[in-house]
């Protein structure tokens, strides 16, 4: 993730981007594992054996049939089943719907969110962290944005919408979602992340023993320089009630309001002072 001065001044480069080719498998590989997790394990049986009976018919017998060959058949099935795009087709529609993607009106997101101004700051594979249920448009629009998103909250049926979501609008390639004890447990990261998204209506429902300890968990698995965003969710929490748990950590401004343009952006947003060490589990 760019730091607000690297992006004023222009960093030399950016990191690059995959192929589309890449990204046209990496799509393909989420639409099917996303139609073999929706099967029932009777279903699964059947399409093996569907899969079995064409390569019988296919090979006349010639060839050993191997896992590799049942894998390769089994996805082709569903790839016709699903009636997923050629390339050519996937590269001239994949433009426009991540365009339209990386636009936070396309997930019912406000401009005014103070996230929003982060967005240009964002680079690929920025490890990114989102703790509540009331930001699941806001984790689908840093997916887009092709950062490694990782959910977590409370509720199973929350974190099975979410999978569901992801699936369904392609996003799911670098996303992972969790059902966490929030103030006790955490998944671990392989890297510390240089973003963190907390709904500040979760942290009004928890004790304050475990807002407490899942803020100070947080800010350990989160680099420094990284960015914590405090924002209301679909609660209307106050990000403003927990400034007093970052202590040293630089609270970023925002322009305030002009006549003819958008209010000051709704939320908060912290910056991790850059020499303290991360603390990855």
């Not at 392989?190 to 928890?206: E, R």
Request: glycine content about 8%; proline content about 6%; overall charge negative.
């Amino acid at each position: 993730m760019l730091s607000a001065a690297q992006l004023l001044h222009g960093p030399a480069a950016r990191r690059a981007m995959p192929s589309l080719r890449r990204q046209y498998e990496e799509y393909l590989l989420q639409r099917i594992e996303a139609y073999k997790n929706s099967l029932r394990r009777d279903e699964l049986i059947g399409l093996g054996d569907e899969a079995v009976g064409e390569l019988q018919s296919a090979t006349a017998d010639q060839f050993l049939l191997t896992e590799v060959l049942m894998q390769e058949t089994v996805d082709k099935l569903i790839t016709r089943r699903l009636r997923l795009p050629a390339y050519a087709k996937w590269r001239k529609q994949h433009a426009a719907l991540r365009q339209a993607q990386r636009e936070p009106v396309h997930w019912g997101i406000s401009p005014g969110s103070v996230l929003v101004t982060l967005l240009p700051r964002l680079e690929q594979d920025d490890p990114v962290l989102v703790v509540g249920s009331g930001l699941q448009a806001e984790t689908c629009l840093l997916a887009a944005y092709d950062t490694a998103v990782t959910f977590v909250d409370e509720d199973l049926g929350t974190v099975d919408q979410i999978e569901a979501r992801m699936a369904g609008e392609s996003l799911s390639g670098r996303f992972l979602a969790y059902v966490a004890s929030l103030g006790e447990w955490l998944p671990s990261f392989p890297v510390a992340n240089q973003l963190v998204v907390i709904d500040a209506g979760t942290l009004a429902s928890l004790s304050y023993l475990r807002r407490h300890a899942l803020l100070e968990h947080a800010r350990a698995v989160t680099a420094p320089s990284g960015v914590h965003v405090l924002l209301p969710g679909d609660s209307g929490g106050v990000p403003e009630a927990y400034l007093s748990h970052y202590g040293d950590w630089i609270r970023e401004s925002f322009p305030a309001e002009r006549p003819g343009k958008a209010g000051r952006p709704v939320g908060m947003v912290l910056s991790r002072p850059p020499m303290e060490e991360p603390q990855v589990d």
